[in-house]
């Protein structure tokens, strides 16, 4: 799965780990933003590398955790949805807006590719043909709130991409960049 090979995703593996995830999600979503040390205990447990001084906002959802690595200092707002069935690495001194979404599954275009039919997939397959590209993002970057990051895309150094964006390609370090898809608008150097 995390080398984009096609993945069942009713494996019963990735859903005990899927479900440990939800479970951590749940501890530390009620775990009080006072208890600084509890939810860092709780996401160093969920996540595959996480550097000192993030700090999350909950409602937060992964799937898995373990193939996410956040550098330190970053800060992600509330509602925030990481798919990480392939990795996701944040650098250090990121900013994630509210709503952002970080995406790495993805499907075939056509149904005929995308549907396993039922009388040819065991019970405890996916009906659904699914793949992965990791996501990264660089150190300093801001994602503004409401941005979604499309499998495979890299977001390099001292980035920031505006509110609402919808990221399908590679953006260079030092850019500004938005839209729907986001382009680069000029350079930050």
Sequence with gaps: MVNGDAYNSRDPALLA???RARALLAKFSATPSTDADGRQRILSELFGGLGAGVWIEPPFFCDYGENIYIGADSFIN???VFL?????RVGANALIGPGVQLLTPSHPLRAADRIVPADKRPADQSPYR???SPIRIGDNAWIGG???V???VTIGDNVSIGA???VTTDIPSDSLALG???RVIRSLR
Aim: glycine residues 12%.
């Design 17 to 19: 780990t899927a479900h």
């Design 78 to 80: 509330v509602n925030c």
């Design 84 to 88: 990480d069935s392939a990795e996701i």
């Design 130 to 132: 699914t793949s992965a």
């Design 146 to 148: 409401g941005t979604l």
């Design 150 to 152: 499309l499998p495979g």
């Design 164 to 166: 609402g964006s919808i």
């Design 180 to 182: 729907q898809p986001c």
